[in-house]
């Protein structure tokens, strides 16, 4: 089947994108940053954790990871009943609850109360991530989802800039109300991610069929593209159903890809803090908090620019392996050049642009394989696995710390992002993976009229 999409159709369809990019995508992207801000604020804590309560360093980092755990269990099932009762419902419901379990943090007492909160967190906010790249497949055409992607990673960096900021002031207001500063921080922090939860229930659409925000023209169209799209993908090669997407090798490959993606993601910023400090000499606080938003300014510039020059180009495949290379050589510098606070915070700085820009270009490839249920059991897999190297770089970085050297856990992180950029490119002997870099899926081609 070959189908040119041109003329009058095109031209509504990309008239009701402009729109879905105005109204849908800043509000998943305040999603994100309240998430990313509410899994990894526990990095504010640490030492706190340690001296109130005698949570060790290698407690700390076995709680941290735990999150993945509980994340990875309920992933799958979490994201088939997002496509099965609606979006709106279901990524309020995990906003609500997660942020719930994010202010219960206030009561933490020693280490088996912060490992129990640590794994629900990941079970309440289990879909939410694989939702969100589900949702827009829904919305958003094929030659535009790197960008909406690219945008909603921004969340990533967002957090940084300015949620560790945040965190860092509500630190000083240790001793207010009887509270100490970390107490203030997990409250206030997963009371916004429950009122922003509630606001998703009144403010999301489900499908564009239901966007009575958008012209009648504009939604036919919008519809007419989507749903040609997903029937392309149906036609394909691709899992047809969810057994069939729990069982492609290809959907596993993906999950190891993104398995070493999150290793440097959170190798880096579970200890992004202390290792700032250590860096630095400072103590823990807004002023601290200033210096480790750095890096995430960097990575918003990279985040807002390599996944749309991947777009334009259709060379997802070398700008992703290239970005984990910059991602691998940025972690290894930030310990070498650890006595030299400019490039340590440099080396930090590459990290970031490498690995928050790549992750947008990686979706590119695991979603045109997929649709429907297929693709929500696949894209719930490929994150909730991938996502339990969230789960081991906390715990491998302290173990290559404490038996090999000072800067050893950080090398480990660095070999993670080699070994991911090496799979990334490997996706050269995927048929399909070749089809999506020539712009054309499954015998579909878009024609931009010119």
């Not at 090496?422 to 020539?438: C, H, I, K, P, W």
Request: proline share 4%; glycine share 10%.
């Amino acid at each position: 089947m070959s189908t040119q999409v041109t003329g009058r159709r095109f031209e509504l369809t990309e008239q009701a994108t402009k729109k879905v990019f105005r109204r849908l995508v800043p509000f998943l992207l305040l999603m994100y940053v309240i998430a990313f801000l509410d899994r990894s604020n526990v990095s504010f804590a640490q030492k706190e954790f340690q001296a109130d309560f005698g949570i060790s360093a290698a407690a700390y980092a076995f709680g941290a990871g735990l999150f993945f755990v509980g994340y990875a269990v309920f992933e799958v099932p979490s994201n088939v009943l997002l496509h099965r009762v609606g979006a709106r419902w279901w990524l309020a419901r995990i906003m609500v609850t997660w942020g719930i379990v994010a202010a219960c943090f206030v009561f933490v007492q020693g280490p088996t109360s912060f490992y129990v909160l640590r794994f629900l967190l990941g079970v309440t906010e289990a879909g939410f991530f694989p939702g969100v790249i589900m949702f827009l497949t829904y919305w958003v055409p094929a030659r535009h989802l790197s960008r909406a992607r690219g945008y909603f990673y921004m969340g990533i960096a967002i957090a940084g800039i300015l949620g560790n900021p945040l965190s860092g002031g509500l630190l000083e207001l240790d001793g207010i109300a009887g509270f100490r500063g970390y107490q203030w921080m997990f409250a206030v922090e997963g009371i916004i991610a429950i009122a922003v939860g509630v606001w998703s229930y009144f403010y999301l659409t489900d499908r564009p069929a239901a966007a009575t925000w958008l012209e009648p023209d504009e939604r036919t169209a919008l519809v007419e593209t989507i749903e040609g799209e997903d029937q392309a993908k149906s036609e394909g090669s691709g899992p047809a159903h969810v057994w069939a997407a729990l069982a492609s090798w290809r959907v596993w490959y993906f999950a190891a890809i993104y398995f070493c993606i999150q290793i440097a993601v959170y190798g880096v910023t579970f200890f992004l803090p202390t290792q700032v400090t250590a860096i630095t000499g400072q103590k823990l606080g807004f002023a601290a908090s200033l210096v480790t938003a750095i890096p995430w300014v960097f990575g918003l510039a990279s985040v807002a620019f390599f996944p749309g020059l991947a777009d334009r180009t259709r060379r997802h495949r070398l700008i992703g392996s290239g970005l984990l290379l910059v991602t691998a050589l940025g972690i290894a510098a930030s310990g070498a050049l650890s006595g030299t606070p400019v490039l340590a915070i440099a080396g930090l700085s590459l990290a970031a642009i490498g690995f928050v820009a790549m992750q947008p270009i990686f979706w590119t490839l695991p979603t045109e394989y997929m649709t429907g249920y297929a693709a929500a059991a696949g894209i719930g897999l490929i994150n909730s696995l991938g996502n339990l190297g969230g789960f081991l770089a906390p715990n491998m970085r302290d173990y290559f710390v404490e038996h090999v050297g000072p800067n050893a856990g950080l090398y480990s992180l660095a070999v993670g992002a080699v070994v991911g950029a090496v799979l990334f490119a490997l996706t050269a002997f995927f048929r399909r993976a070749n089809d999506v870099e020539a712009g054309q899926i499954e015998g579909v081609r878009v024609v931009v009229p010119h």
